[in-house]
């Protein structure tokens, strides 16, 4: 072929082309540099004896794979081509030393072969455009550019790229790609991007991409059906791709410290997961869905800024390690966490017993304080609290509704507002209005909230073995009705009432200001009861 293009171009070509290969017989060099040859025929490869072939300043797009036959070459310049790939055989070329392909920008990826080439010395690879291995590998030199390629060889054997600390900063798979792999590890590489050969591995099931520079992981990992363990920590990611939660097969999700927010809703179909490593992120609150991954048995979430754990959680009987350090947690409280997991899950599902059957049940907890979780579910009916280290009630069972009142009842009711500290455009409404049983015996309970006094469905309270100063001793042993009665008249000789001030209010002055008119006559606010009713 070579020789036909070089006939092509008339008799003085042909002479050349003829008297350098006489002179590679004679000195064992090979020059056809700007010869115009698009292929080099295997013929050219006979030439056993060559210890030079410069190809320069050609259109060659590859070399055959005869070039094996070439044992004694030392060099190898085909600089300025238009080379797309190199034949494996160039390898098993045991004597070069010097290969010279610079100027080939077409020329994408090296084969993974020529990290069998023993004697390879000097790599020239001037305004080419390398994807596999990347420019910034080749400029390491030919020690860590065939330390990249016999990950690559090593690949079609053993199923596994090992590439950790390449010194990557992208890293193209296509000729990878082509073989069943199934372990890869790029970590601690310089990678911001994942390219889209990553999603080729179709049999993957172990992928490591931690400390790198990546920031988003993209949708296409959703591909990668048999991946059983995924691992990004180290990154920059803002979120995790939700099309991770379609991988059945996961096991372990590792992406502790980025900058992720929020675990998405979807991973609640996550039905193999095992292991969730998200510690040293952003993340705030956290979703109920996980309880259905009843899989789990490894939870990190330290140093994040969670303040609760959701009580659905309480569903995850399998987790035996969860590390809840270095955040703002609330609930469950330090007094359970210190317990361990089993106490702390136990804890959780007693809340969401509670929501369930409206009985909750802290007893023996040794709790400091049930401020997080009693006034949360508005329909409770008992709440048992006994045995425990309580010092106080949250005041929120009896909680002030903000409304807003027009300017004439505001300056009506300017004395009230300079003399209470809750404000005066409020109503007192328990959010505990169906509660019927409290037990908080054998705490260390010194008063009860003035607000319990609106909790009017209250027919047992048990307060046994407390420091109870408020009320005083002989109120507590009276009838429950006593003392919320009790708790009410209290309420009202520290600040004036602002529902029955209200109340006066409208009473006095809703002839001089219109609210609304109901047929023929006025009518005040809706939440304003007319005279004579229970309100």
């Known amino acids: 072929m070579a020789a036909l293009q070089v006939i092509d171009r ?177 970590s601690n590489n310089y990678l911001d991007t994942m390219h889209k050969g990553f999603f080729t591995f179709l049999n993957v099931t172990h992928l490591d991409v931690s400390y790198n520079r990546l920031r988003q992981i993209p949708s ?57 490593n ?72 007693k809340i969401m017993h509670s929501f369930v059957h409206n009985i909750l049940d802290l007893r023996g907890l040794n709790l400091e304080s049930v401020d997080a979780v009693l006034v949360r579910n508005y329909n409770l009916l008992e709440a048992h609290l006994d045995d425990n280290r309580i010092k106080s009630l949250p005041e929120e069972v009896g909680t002030h509704v903000h409304v807003d009142l027009p300017a004439q009842v505001f300056d009506a009711l300017f004395v009230a507002k300079q003399n209470t500290d809750a404000p005066f455009n409020s109503l007192q409404i328990s959010v505990l209005k169906r509660m019927r049983l409290l037990s908080i015996t054998n705490n260390h309970i010194t008063s009860l909230p003035a607000g319990l006094g609106v909790c009017t469905n209250l027919e047992v309270l048990r307060l046994d073995i407390n420091k109870m100063k408020s009320p005083p001793k002989d109120i507590v042993k009276e009838e429950v009705t006593i003392i919320l009665h009790y708790l009410r008249n209290f309420a009202a000789a520290q600040r004036v009432p602002a529902a029955l001030l209200a109340k006066f209010v409208f009473l006095k002055l809703k002839h001089r200001f219109s609210w609304g008119v109901t047929g023929d006559r006025h009518s005040g606010p809706p939440w304003v009861a007319t005279p004579g009713s229970d309100a």
Request: proline share 4%; aromatic share 4%.
């Open 278 to 349: 998200l510690a040293g992120n952003l993340i705030t609150v956290l979703i109920s869905e996980l309880h259905k991954v009843t899989t789990l048995t490894s939870i990190g979430l330290a140093r994040n800024h969670i303040t609760n754990l959701p009580h659905e959680w309480g569903l995850l009987t399998n987790v035996t390690e969860l590390d809840l350090a270095d955040n703002k947690m609330e609930d469950p409280p330090l007094e359970v966490r210190r317990k361990g997991v089993s106490n702390t899950f136990q804890y959780l599902r």
């Open 10 to 186: 008339g008799t003085e070509a042909i002479l050349t082309f003829l008297r350098r290969v006489w002179v590679a017989n004679q000195t064992q060099v090979l020059d056809l540099s700007d010869q115009g040859i698009e292929s080099v025929h295997a013929s050219i490869c006979s030439l056993t004896n060559v210890t030079r072939l410069t190809l320069d300043d050609n259109l060659c797009t590859t070399i055959p794979p005869e070039i094996v036959q070439l044992q004694k070459l030392e060099v190898l310049s085909m600089q300025q081509n238009r080379l797309m790939y190199l034949p494996g055989t160039i390898g098993h070329l045991q004597s070069v030393r010097e290969l010279l392909i610079g100027k080939n920008p077409t020329l994408k990826a090296l084969p993974p072969e020529m990290s069998l080439m023993p004697k390879l010395e000097l790599l020239g690879y001037e305004d080419n455009a390398l994807e596999s291995p990347g420019m910034e590998i080749c400029a390491k030199g030919v020690v860590a550019v065939q330390s990249y390629l016999a990950a690559l060889l090593h690949a079609e054997t053993s199923k596994k790229i090992l590439l950790s600390s390449a010194g990557l900063n992208q890293f193209a798979m296509d000729l990878a790609a082509k073989s069943t792999v199934m372990f890869v590890d790029v």
């Open 220 to 276: 296409l990992i959703g591909n990668l059906r048999e991946l059983v363990t995924f691992i990004a920590d180290g990154n920059v990611l803002e979120s995790l791709p939700t099309t991770m939660a379609y991988i059945e097969k996961l096991e372990t999700i590792s992406a502790a410290d980025n900058n992720v927010i929020e675990i998405p809703h979807e991973y609640g179909n996550l039905s193999s997961l095992q292991t969730l």
